[in-house]
């Protein structure tokens, strides 16, 4: 029998997604002689590995001590992604009036009634990551803390599986700096913050990445005072700065007070408040909040016995070859446990090579995979493939094209005209290497470069394709367009012109 799994909320909707995700009777079925594929973790990477090898007709094993799911589902993309829409649905109300003269809206939202609905969806949601819909595929599934005690062996509750091949797919955790007094005051994470049910007055967010982005500008926008908290100088560092200025303006303009290139020194409780007190150069300065929420740091989930495995490890993860094999050449690891690149469909990507490389005879490199991101802010920033200076850094002389988002006519008409579409092709050709684009709907919008890096579809292809309009999507086209007027040298100019004057 498994064991009871509290999160917060207790109510209808949290006991409907524990009772998919983590059944609380649920019975551990009687081991197979030997499994071809024995999976830890039942996040992202480890339920594509085991539905996949399933459905190939090889004998599974799933292993969960915590919730099916993993943190997309309970709290990370899914439960972040009801959140963000609830907060730009409430900014847009109060906008409309001033950008579109819509009638005036006065008063308060029900953040309850908004933290309800997410929690809802994710219930509805979570029966797709069930430990019933995979027992219904033909998979044995396993609650409990899954222990190596062999290099082909693992034991949970008491029962030693045996396998003909492994993967670890065990994920990452929160973590929080070592700063004095913070785990006595109390903190959030992202495990946490998805549990509350009363909107904070204050709140203090330590981490100016993209998880500390989206919660700034989503709780300023239900109307939180919220300070956001960074030793760097700038918010989202791993992109374009002008990228990433676009979003720390917008941030400003949603009321968020940013404390930026400051050393964070102590953190205490002042009665109701909780304090984050913090260095700039020779300044000094604190935040206050209701809560502090940090979002600066994960780590990996190791407690998995992996000497017995002789599986190799350090502190960012299992150290993997670039087709995903451990120092043991019959466990894999998959997903955030193993990859600096902590997306759910980096998970996905990696689980299906995973099962091609374990089970068959297939070669496949994590290095040839083409990821594209996104960070969900108003504006969003998305990425996929190389930034310039990467491109540079890889012997690549580059060409780069940006377009303001105020070139497109969709754009203007939907008052979502701030960002830009900036793209890298390899010098001389029409060749995308990277592209990095800022717009309301940016993560919508970048399928088509993905497609294209990934599969050397050039601009001179693109910029033929027939787009509709109007459509924000057309950036893209307007931008491929961009290139093939850059063709049009002074010599080829020359030549148009001979060629018309011969037809006066």
């Known amino acids: ?3 009871t799994i509290e999160m917060a909320p207790g109510d209808q909707h949290t006991e409907r997604l524990i009772g998919h995700v983590h059944p609380p009777n649920w019975k551990n079925p009687q081991p197979k002689d030997r499994y071809h594929l024995v999976v830890i973790g039942a996040g992202t990477a480890g339920l594509v590995s085991a539905i996949g090898a399933a459905g190939l007709g090889a004998r599974v094993a799933l292993i969960e001590r915590h919730l099916m ?8 993309c899914v439960p972040s992604k009801g959140v963000i829409s609830a907060a730009r ?10 950008r579109f003269g819509a009638p005036a809206i006065d008063g308060s939202g029900d953040f309850a009634q908004a933290m309800e609905r997410m929690r809802r969806i994710r219930a509805d949601i979570s029966k797709i990551d069930g430990a019933a819909r995979f027992r219904d595929a033909g998979i044995d599934v396993f609650l409990g803390q899954g222990q190596f005690t062999g290099r082909n062996t693992v034991e949970v509750e008491g029962q030693t599986l045996r396998f003909r091949k492994a993967v670890i797919a065990t994920g990452a955790r929160a973590t929080a700096p070592p700063i004095p007094g913070l785990a006595e005051a109390g903190y959030l994470t992202n495990e946490t913050l998805f549990g509350l049910t009363e909107l904070p007055r204050r709140l203090a967010i330590l981490g100016a990445g993209p998880i500390g982005c989206e919660m700034a500008q989503s709780f300023a926008r239900f109307g939180t005072e919220v300070t956001l908290l960074d030793m760097a100088d700038h918010v989202l560092i791993r992109e374009d700065a002008d990228a990433a200025e676009v979003v720390q303006q917008a941030l400003i303009r949603d009321g968020v007070r940013l404390e930026l290139g400051v050393s964070i020194t102590g953190a205490k409780v002042e009665g109701d408040t909780k304090v984050l007190e913090y260095q700039r150069g020779a300044a000094t300065g604190r935040a206050e909040g209701d809560h502090i929420l940090v979002a600066a740091g994960r780590a990996p989930n190791l407690d998995l016995g992996l000497e017995a495995a002789g599986v190799e490890a350090h502190k960012h993860g299992i150290v993997v070859d670039d087709r995903l094999r451990t120092s043991n050449p019959n466990i894999f690891a998959a997903g955030d446990v193993a990859s600096k690149y902590q997306f759910t469909h980096a998970a996905d990507a990696m689980a299906r090579i995973v099962i091609q490389n374990a089970l068959f005879f297939g ?15 108003s504006p969003e920033i998305a990425h996929v493939g190389l930034y310039e200076q990467e491109a540079k850094d890889q012997g690549h002389e580059v060409d780069t094209l940006t377009l303001p988002l105020d070139d497109v006519d969709r754009a203007l008409l939907d008052g979502e005209e701030e960002g830009f579409l900036r793209v890298h092709v390899k010098k001389g050709t029409d060749k995308v290497l990277g592209a990095t684009l800022v717009a309301e709907h940016a993560g919508d919008m970048i399928g088509e470069l993905a497609l294209a890096t990934t599969a050397g579809i050039g601009l001179g292809t693109i910029a033929g394709v027939i787009h509709p ?13 961009q290139w093939n007027r850059g063709k ?10 001979f060629w018309f004057r011969l037809f006066k």
């Open 469 to 481: 309009y109007p459509t924000q999507g057309e950036v893209v086209k307007k931008i491929a367009d």
């Open 363 to 377: 070669r496949k490199k994590v290095s040839d995979l083409v990821l594209p991101w996104c960070t969900y802010t």
């Open 89 to 98: 649905a409430w900014h847009q109300v109060r906008t409309a009036a001033e």
């Open 1 to 3: 029998m498994s064991k």
């Open 488 to 497: 049009l040298t002074p010599t080829v100019s020359k030549l148009f012109n």
């Open 69 to 76: 799911g993993g943190d997309c589902l309970n709290v990370g």
